[in-house]
């Protein structure tokens, strides 16, 4: 069967290959313009795309005027997200989305996901906004059948797009110029230069240099069981420092009835590891360095009305060195390589008006060295396989899924190393949708998802600790919901729009390290059972007095996620670390004549950090307020935008992971120039 696949594959790959000798073109129904321009009237039928399940998205001047620096610090405006953040400009970001844990998110850059085969965790800390045009959360997959395979494969996903290039009339050429600075010693610059190429093809490079020191004052305070202080110091945050850079080039094309683009990318920092502060001990002894490069392609085209082919590749590389040299804990200077190739092939017929139907295929290859000790040197070779289906009768949208997913694994070693046993497994989905009126104002929808995660090279090998018998994380997801939609055309008001969702999430063979017996020797086995059950409700409202226009967004997200693992455990039934009963986010934009006005709330209730829930595990509530203020002028084709930043304004003390303590009040002051 493995040789059917492949065979499959290679022949897909040379028609392609094929395809893209024909002449460059541009068809009447081309949507990816990159530049203005005049066109007489037309007339367009076409075939409508519906989103059975709308996703969560920021985009455009959205994600400019809010307060944050990285992809991971906009996260945190969406519903169902809890932000993972160690402190610090440098520090590591990564987030969990609707409790089901880190490695189930996808995340998606331009298309194609990036992977950690290590950890199996994406640090978010890692991508500037300053190149982002979107970013939205689809939770259980994305609305659209014709993706590839690794599409189908999350529990939830992640989609980021960087910007593509646009031109005013009679331009070939922009250029973009900014600078950042502020508290911690920030020091972020940073050009981004798009070109024409010719009529059809178009080129964006952009880099970015970051450097902070990461000091900050902190309070912090602890009590003892009886009430009494027995900590209470104010202190500086130490090797909190950062100093990276990234590199980013695009080619962007259009064909007729068709797209295609390459991107490159390649990241290097140095940073250092502010460690947990503990019984007023303050350890900072730990530091790591990344490097990571990736190049990736795809080509997009519709051979006819009833078929279209999607192709993608890519190549990706990872180092990783850390570092701990702190005299009161053992010394460690560990060095990981990480490589990955990928491709994708994915087929679409449009059978008729309302009945579409996909497939795809893909195949991908990890292979990671260390200088450990007696480390495994994995290789896992992971093909997937998706048939998908889309149907749509007037107000009634259905799409259903079959995700096929096969994997093996291999391992050399100075000393035998059992590998991981190969795995195959099954993945349905089906998503529905509702709209009971002409206009489209109400839609009731709602989804079931299987998937599972495979365990990283980390839980299987990672040397004294690693289980190489460890089973996959299977969830089973639920969910139903509506949304409002309305444009209203008064005086004030000019629209409103409501959605809520209700979800119930079962995971299974949760890995978690359990001890051994042996002092400091710990394995990972399969044992945790989790029930989350939540509501996510968002209000957006705009209005307008005047000339002036104000946008409004307020998010609130309820969780229960319980462990349900042994019932002779103290903690069984317990809500599990980090995951807050309640949380609120509230942004609210007015903007006049070139000024923008923002202010952001965002609100974390009362969570524990063990997975015993009593006062001495509790984590309080923490909340932050932040405002901005921007002016954007204009002198011939040069436009200036001038930005300043105040975050955290009532400076309040806080920890998102216990110990760990973040930054009081800060600002940032960015100016950004373009020709």
């Known amino acids: ?97 609707r409790s089901m844990g880190t490695n189930h998110v996808g995340v998606f850059y331009n298309g194609i996901q990036l992977g950690n085969a290590q950890n199996g965790q994406v640090d978010l800390g890692r991508y500037s906004l300053d190149n982002i045009e979107e970013i939205s959360l689809y939770n259980g997959q994305k609305s659209n059948i014709f993706q590839s395979a690794k599409d189908f494969a999350s529990s939830s996903a992640i989609y980021i797009y960087t910007k593509r290039p646009t031109f005013a009339p009679g331009k070939n050429y922009q ?172 087929n679409m017929f449009a059978i008729n008006d309302w009945w579409s139907v996909s497939a795809s295929a893909d195949l991908q290859w990890n292979a990671m060295d260390a200088d450990l000790v007696d480390f495994a040197y994995p290789t896992r070779w992971t093909e997937l396989g998706a048939i998908a289906t889309a149907v749509s009768f007037g107000s009634f949208n259905a799409q259903a899924s079959l995700l096929g997913t096969f994997i093996q694994e291999s391992t050399r070693s100075r000393k035998i190393y059992t590998a991981g046993s190969n795995k195959h497994e099954l993945s349905p989905a089906v998503f529905l949708n509702y709209r009971p009126f002409d206009n489209d104002w109400l839609e009731l929808y709602g989804f079931f998802k299987k998937i599972f995660r495979m365990p990283t090279f980390n839980d ?67 044992l945790g059972k989790v029930r989350i059950a939540g509501l996510e409700a968002s209000c957006d409202v705009a209005a307008h007095i005047g000339k002036v226009g104000m946008k409004l967004h307020t998010q609130y997200t309820f969780q229960r996620a319980r462990d349900y693992t042994d019932p002779s455990d103290s903690f069984y039934g317990d809500q599990i670390p980090y995951i807050p009963r309640h949380s609120v986010s509230v942004s609210y934009n007015a903007n006049y004549r070139g000024w923008d006005f923002n202010y952001a709330f965002i609100y974390t209730g009362e969570r524990y950090n063990e997975q015993e829930n009593n006062r001495y595990n509790f984590e309080p509530p923490w909340y932050t307020h932040d405002l901005s203020l921007s002016k954007e002028f204009g002198v011939g084709q040069v436009r200036l935008r001038i930005m300043g930043e105040l975050n955290n304004v009532f400076n309040q003390d806080y920890e998102v992971i216990h110990n760990y303590p973040m930054p009081g009040r800060n600002f940032r002051i960015t100016a950004k120039i373009t020709i």
């Not at 039928?45 to 400019?64: A, D, F, N």
């Not at 490097?291 to 990872?318: I, R, T």
Request: charged letters at 20%; proline letters at 2%.
């Open 460 to 526: 299987l090998y990672y040397t004294e600790i690693g289980n190489a018998n460890l089973e996959p994380e299977y969830t089973y997801q639920y969910d139903i919901g509506f949304s409002i939609n309305r444009n209203i055309g008064h005086s004030f008001f000019d629209y409103v729009g409501i959605k809520a969702d209700a979800y119930y999430n079962y995971v299974t063979n949760k890995i978690i390290a359990y001890p051994t017996g042996k002092q400091f020797r710990w394995t990972m086995i399969n």
């Open 1 to 97: 069967m493995q040789k059917k696949f492949f065979l499959c594959v290679a022949w897909v790959l040379l028609n392609a290959a094929n395809v893209c000798a024909q002449p460059l073109g541009i068809s009447d129904d081309e949507v990816f313009l990159d530049s203005v321009m005049s066109i007489q009237e037309v007339s367009v039928v076409g075939k409508k795309h519906t989103e059975i399940i709308k996703p969560q998205t920021l985009s455009g001047m959205q994600l400019s005027r809010l307060n944050s620096q990285t992809v991971a610090d906009a996260l945190r405006y969406f519903s169902g997200v809890q932000l993972k953040d160690y402190g610090g400009i440098g520090g590591i970001k990564t987030v969990n989305i």
């Open 175 to 346: 250029l973009t110029v900014q600078m950042k600075t502020g508290s911690f010693g920030l020091a972020n610059p940073s050009v981004v230069w798009n070109q024409r190429l010719s009529n059809n093809v178009t080129m964006s490079a952009n880099a970015e240099y970051t450097y902070a020191n990461g000091k900050y004052k902190f309070h912090y305070r602890r009590l003892q069981l009886n009430g009494d202080v027995a900590y209470d110091t104010t202190a500086t945050r130490h090797n909190g420092d950062v100093e990276a850079v990234r590199a980013e080039l695009g080619v962007y094309g259009r064909m007729r009835d068709g797209r295609w683009n390459v991107n490159g990318y390649f990241y290097t920092s140095e940073r250092g590891i502010p460690g947990a502060i503990v019984n007023n001990v303050f350890r900072r002894g730990e530091r790591q360095w990344d490097k990571s490069a990736f190049g990736q392609g795809a080509f997009e085209k519709k051979f006819s009305a009833v078929y279209s082919l999607k192709v993608s590749g890519k190549f990706a590389w990872d180092y990783s060195r850390y570092l701990r040299d702190d005299e009161k804990e053992l010394y460690l200077d560990n060095h990981y390589y990480q490589k990955e190739v990928y491709v994708s092939v994915a």
